[in-house]
């Protein structure tokens, strides 16, 4: 159990790299919508300003913000909110099940954003930079 305990001391290090690694799978959700890249999205691109384009520039900026750990608490709140949005308007809809409606990743986005409010960017966050 001590071997296990030790590994506490890394808990801030993990904690940035489930931002980083997040932040960043997030992002290409908005860059896929708004630039095609890495591949347009199957159903076309958004018109600008629509619902689906506001996601997207929400998608690119939050998740660069969440990938340099600035501001990290209130756009994770954002970014949360904006995926139980889209969770229960694109998903919820098809079924109650997300296995099933295909709102997984929407889910799982929304939950981990939510977690990152409350427990901050962890390492190598440039909200760190003052301490």
Same mark, same amino acid.
């Given at each position: %159990?001590?071997a296990?305990?030790?590994?506490?001391?890394?808990?801030?290090?993990?904690?940035a790299l489930?931002r980083v690694?997040t932040?960043?799978?997030?992002?290409?959700?908005?860059?896929?919508?708004?630039?095609?890249?890495?591949?347009?999205?199957?159903?076309g691109?958004?018109? /600008?300003?629509?619902?689906?384009?506001?996601a997207? @520039?929400?998608? @690119?900026?939050?998740? /660069?913000?969440?990938?340099?750990g600035?501001?990290?608490?209130?756009?994770?709140?954002?970014?949360?909110?904006? %995926?139980a949005?889209a969770?229960?308007?694109a998903?919820?809809?098809?079924?109650?099940y997300?296995?099933?409606?295909?709102?997984?990743?929407?889910?799982?986005f929304?939950f981990v954003?939510?977690?990152?409010?409350?427990?901050?960017?962890? /390492?190598?966050?440039l909200?760190?930079?003052s301490?």
């Amino acid at each position: %159990m001590q071997a296990l305990n030790s590994l506490n001391r890394y808990a801030p290090q993990a904690l940035a790299l489930l931002r980083v690694v997040t932040a960043l799978t997030f992002l290409t959700h908005g860059t896929q919508k708004l630039f095609g890249f890495p591949q347009p999205p199957s159903w076309g691109m958004p018109a /600008a300003f629509a619902l689906t384009w506001y996601a997207a @520039v929400l998608e @690119v900026v939050g998740g /660069a913000l969440i990938a340099i750990g600035f501001l990290t608490r209130p756009v994770a709140f954002i970014l949360s909110g904006l %995926m139980a949005f889209a969770y229960w308007i694109a998903h919820g809809p098809k079924s109650f099940y997300p296995l099933l409606n295909g709102g997984e990743p929407a889910l799982l986005f929304c939950f981990v954003f939510f977690y990152l409010v409350f427990a901050g960017p962890g /390492a190598w966050a440039l909200d760190n930079r003052s301490k």
